[in-house]
Every structure is written in C-alpha cells, then in structure tokens.
Nanobody, 121 residues
Framework: QVQLVESGGGLVQAGGSLRLSCAASGSIFRVNDMDWYRQAPGNQREMVASITPGGSTNYADSVKGRFTISRDNAKNTVYLQMTSLKPEDTAVYYC???????????????WGQGTQVTVSS
C-alpha cells in the first residue's frame, strides 16, 4: 500500500521558521512530481510549491522567497522549509505526489493526511 506521511507541523510565532516533511512509503517504482498544498478554514485548497524528480521547482506568489521545497529521492521524501512565517500562512498543509506503484505500474496521485501549521501574531 502506497502511503504519504507528513510531519513537522506545529505552532510558531510570526517571523519564525518551520520545516515540513512528507515521506512516501510502500512498494514504489517511481515518484514523479511532489507538491505541497495548504487549506485554511473556509478557503480553497491551494498549491504552495512543487518539485520535479530532477529538482525543478515552482512556487505560489504568496510564498515565493520565503518557502523552499526540496526532495531526497533516495528516501522518497519531500520537504518544505518555511521561513518568515506570517499569520496568513496558518493552514493545514498537505503533500501530494504522483507515484507509480510497482504493483500496477500505473501513475496515480496520492495525498498525505495533512499537518496543521499555526502562525501566531
């Protein structure tokens, strides 16, 4: 069973930093793009950052210059380093990945369970 497990969320003061991790596990042939999304109460889920297997990245304008996405392909893990955090960054953060399981060899998208990030003013 392919699974994404997130960690690293918590409470931080405005201006602080936090690092999120998301590890893919199971019988995996390949992990393609890996992304971070977030959803605040009453808001739509929005993409925060994405990264390709080769390391090409893309960021939402709202986090550009403050957040850094990276990955460790050997560990099938994606990270989101968040700095200069603002109260408006408060949300549940989800990782998403396109994964090819060894069992099916068919690409599918998977979601993590989400981790809460709260930034106090």
């Amino acid at each position: 069973q392919v699974q994404l497990v997130e960690s690293g969320g918590g409470l931080v003061q405005a201006g602080g930093s936090l690092r999120l991790s998301c590890a893919a596990s199971g019988s995996i042939f390949r992990v393609n793009d890996m992304d971070w999304y977030r959803q605040a109460p009453g808001n739509q889920r929005e993409m925060v950052a994405s990264i390709t297997p080769g390391g090409s990245t893309n960021y939402a304008d709202s986090v550009k210059g403050r957040f850094t996405i990276s990955r460790d392909n050997a560990k099938n893990t994606v990270y989101l380093q968040m700095t200069s955090l603002k109260p408006e960054d408060t949300a549940v953060y989800y990782c998403n990945a396109e994964i090819t399981p060894r069992r099916t060899l068919l690409r599918s998208r998977y979601w993590g369970q989400g981790t809460q990030v709260t930034v106090s003013s």
